[in-house]
């Protein structure tokens, strides 16, 4: 028998299990458990995740919990095996009260996708509670002409526990003339009766006591007594009267305590001491007694505590009206509790999530819950947030909302969001509840440095000490942290043959600029080069700026004199007729400089001269001109020291000497002192000096073709004429000029374009040399043009004669 009773429930264990996996695969559908009110802590539930068939694993990963609806701690949700456990001892009678059955409603809730299990708890009531009587004496007057078989309602015991362990039985003793009678009220509870089993004598017995047992039906049984203490009275022959059987009333919630709701009235025909008629509450649980109070002779209701809808929402009250000699007579008081809209909504947070990464879209923010206790219109809420957010709330379950970005937030653009949840009631006046969060947006590395500048053009003075800080370049990146930490270096040259390294650094931290050796304007004029910026982000972005480095001009350069030479073994002596005119060009003193701009503006001046006066010397140009008619008086030869000066900061100067020779005309020989044709066979056969060698090749480089040509023509007939002659010619420099003695800008003295023309005309036996404008025009030539435009040419005479 015992192995079949076993088989039975053991089946019946199986049939359950398969339910409850049915209802844990519908998702919504609810799934029941059951427990014993006043459990142990951590007493074993159910085994929550297999029963909604999920995996352990799942319910850390997706942040499984439970949520109970009165947000109370419960239940326990063991991660790490699924148990769902007891988090604390549960009191039915707390928790429900009189209702039945007592369920504690409760969602698990699951994120990463979000989904919710719905479930129900049921509390089991035990034997923990005793009947009790609120009062601790029952007063029943009785007259002695009470027939036998009569009732008289008393008042009954309360119990806080339900079904069988409620209230089940009444007993009285002794029971000589009573017994009692249970009677079923139509709220399922039981009152008692008491049922006059003898007929009283009031002379006999004027007072009886009697005890009430009243019993439960735990196992084993629990019970409560209280006196009954009967009087006998003289016959009284009419029951007081009510005018109706039922009185209704509406009172609104937040009415002040010791107001009046009702005055209920009942009638009795009697005369003298059976025609008082008193009022009281009968069968009233001790909430309607500490809620409302009767006046016993006027029979007024008044309120005594104030009411609140949301835990009690109507009121049965009965009203006993007893005459003098003990006859009496019930109502019924229906009062009805109007709700106000007197509770704001609340936020119930169940998860939030304070800061999210900028590039993740319609990430879950906050998880929470809504509710308001009050009813109909007052109760029901709307929520919402800012219209100018990008968050929006999606409904869920039931009244809980989830909290979601819609769309991939810019930290550069706004880094951190207050966001206000508004909830409110559509009562009259509508009440809200506001909770606000703050959400921060962590950075991602999606943001480049970026240059202040495209291309930087920074300036350098040739001549520089090493390690100079020659400009900084800067970029910024509108990340945080390590991904806006931006570093420098140097990229690689586009033109390989560009020795950047040994040219410039950058320091990595800041993008200071330094030059690494000193730089030459003649050698190296401008080089750019390229920088990077990048951060420390993973992965690391970066950019990248034109850096151009332009070498300035020092004035570190002299004067160089190309005409006349003055290295040569021989001077060079300029022949000038004696009947020249004022402004008669003698020579042009040539010279150039190495540097550029104002550096390599030179002027020419007359330091000293044989005869002041006589000579002058154009500043721009360094033509040599006549300044007044010559005279028989004035000396046949001339010595002039002419200064050639740059205009650069300190100014850097040459001087050259020039040897002019009067004649009467280019017929009469130019017969040299016998020192200078000594000195000239002396450096005939002295070795070529080496820079001598280099200047002449510089300056026939400058020189045409053509006027090298004639040069050496005019040379040939000039030295040709014996060894006195020969010993008085001009060096004619020969071969190209080197690059770094021309200006190639076009601003010095002499450019290549600067041509000599030179005509002899043996016919008369003088020969004319002639200087022309320059090919290709330049400042300087057509400045020095509008002065000397007039006379080009003078003419020298030579007399062919033999020895």
């Known amino acids: 028998m015992e192995t079949r009773e076993a088989f039975v429930l053991w089946k019946r264990q199986v049939l359950i299990l398969f339910v409850l996996l049915g209802l844990s695969q519908a998702g919504p ?179 009886l006591r009697l005890t009430l047992v009243a019993l439960d039906g735990g196992s084993p049984p629990r019970s409560g007594t209280t006196l009954v203490l009967i009087k006998v009275l003289d016959i009284n022959d009419n029951a007081p009267e009510f005018p109706q059987r039922l009185y209704e009333v509406q009172v609104l919630e937040d009415t002040p305590v010791g107001s009046w709701i009702i005055t209920t009235s009942a009638k009795d025909l009697d005369a003298g001491n059976y025609g008082k008629i008193s009022y009281t509450f009968v069968h009233a649980a001790e909430d309607i007694r500490k809620t409302f109070e009767i006046n016993p002779v006027s029979g007024e209701v008044h309120l005594r505590l104030r009411l609140d809808f949301e835990v009690i929402q109507s009121y049965t009250i009965k009203i006993q009206a007893t ?22 909504p609340e936020v119930i947070m169940s998860s939030i999530t304070k800061i999210i990464p900028e ?42 909302y989830t909290l979601v970005s819609e769309k991939a937030l810019d930290r550069e653009e706004k880094a951190e969001y207050n966001i206000t949840i508004t909830v ?56 945080a942290g390590a991904n806006a930490q931006v570093t420098y270096s140097l990229l690689p040259p586009a033109d390989p043959h560009v020795p950047l390294a040994s040219l410039v650094s950058i320091n990595a931290d800041n993008g200071h600029l330094f030059a690494l050796r000193s730089l030459d304007y003649e050698a190296l004029r401008a080089f750019e080069f390229r920088v990077g910026a990048a951060d420390r982000g993973s992965p690391p972005l970066s950019s990248q700026a034109l850096v151009r480095v332009l070498v300035e001009d020092d004035n570190d350069n002299a004067p160089f004199v190309l005409y006349p030479l003055q290295n040569t073994s021989a001077p060079c002596t300029e022949l000038l007729p004696r009947a020249a005119e004022p402004g008669y060009l003698v020579t042009k003193v040539v010279a150039v400089d190495g540097d550029a701009g104002q550096n ?29 008619p010559l005279s028989e008086r004035d000396a046949a030869r001339h ?65 045409s073709l053509f006027l090298f040509s004639v040069l050496v023509f005019v040379a040939v007939r000039l030295c040709g004429r014996g060894g006195a002659a020969r010993a008085g010619r001009c060096s004619v420099p020969e071969g190209p000029f080197p690059g770094h003695l021309v200006d190639v800008s076009g601003t010095g003295t002499l450019s290549h374009s ?50």
């Open 29 to 207: 559908e609810l799934v029941r458990y059951s427990v014993a009110e006043e459990t142990e802590i951590g007493y074993f539930v159910a085994n929550l995740a297999r029963d909604l068939g999920l995996e352990v694993e799942e319910l850390s990963s997706r942040e499984a919990r439970v949520v109970s609806d009165d947000n109370e701690k419960h239940l326990h949700l063991d991660l790490l095996t699924g148990d769902l456990l007891l988090s604390g001892k549960l009191d039915r009678e707390e928790l429900c009260g009189s209702k039945e059955p007592c369920v504690l409603h409760f969602q698990m809730v699951l994120e990463n996708p979000l989904q919710f299990f719905r479930a129900e708890l049921h509390i089991k009531d035990i034997n923990d509670h005793s009947p009790t009587f609120l009062d601790k004496e029952i007063l029943i007057k009785i007259s002695e002409s009470t027939t036998t078989g009569t009732t008289f309602q008393m008042e009954s015991a309360q119990d806080l526990d339900v079904g069988s362990n409620g209230l089940q039985n009444y007993t009285i003793v002794p029971n000589s003339h009573f017994y009692i009678k249970i009677r079923d009220n139509e709220d399922g509870k039981i009152y008692p009766e008491l049922v006059l089993h003898r007929a009283l004598d009031h002379e006999e017995e004027p007072e």
């Open 323 to 344: 005459d003098g000699g003990g006859l009496s007579e019930e109502c019924t008081l229906l009062v009805t509790v109007i709700d106000i809209n007197d509770n704001p």
């Open 359 to 400: 590039n993740a879209s319609e990430t879950l923010v906050a998880l929470f819950s809504v509710r308001d206790q009050d009813a109909g219109e007052n109760g029901r809420i709307v929520c919402s947030i800012q219209d100018d957010l990008p968050f929006f709330l999606k409904p869920t379950f039931k009244n809980f």
């Open 424 to 479: 409110t009631d559509m009562g009259t006046p509508r009440l809200k509840t506001q909770h606000n969060i703050t959400v921060l947006v962590s950075d991602v590395n999606d943001n480049a440095p970026a240059f202040t500048q495209a291309s930087y053009t920074l300036r350098v003075r040739e001549n520089n000490s090493p390690a100079l800080h020659i400009g900084t370049v800067s970029a910024t990146d509108t990340d």
């Open 600 to 628: 390599a503006w030179l002027s020419y001046q007359l330091l000293k001269a044989t005869e002041p006066g006589l000579f002058g010397v154009w500043a721009h140009n360094g033509e040599v001109r006549t300044a007044r």
């Open 639 to 703: 010595r002039l020291l002419v200064l050639v000066k740059d205009n650069g900061e300190p100014p850097l100067s040459a001087s050259v000497t020039l040897h002019v020779l009067l004649v009467d005309g280019f017929s009469q020989p130019h017969l040299p002192p016998p020192e200078a044709e000594a000195e000239a066979e002396a450096a005939a056969a002295a070795p070529a000096d080496p820079l001598t060698v280099y200047l002449v090749v510089a300056l026939a480089s400058v020189s």
């Open 754 to 803: 600067y041509q000599y023309q030179v005509r002899l005309r043996g016919d008369s036996g003088t020969s004319e040399f002639k200087f022309l404008k320059p090919i290709i025009p330049n400042p300087a030539a057509q400045d020095t043009g509008r002065h000397t435009g007039e006379k080009e040419n003078f003419r020298i005479s030579f007399g062919f004669n033999d020895k």
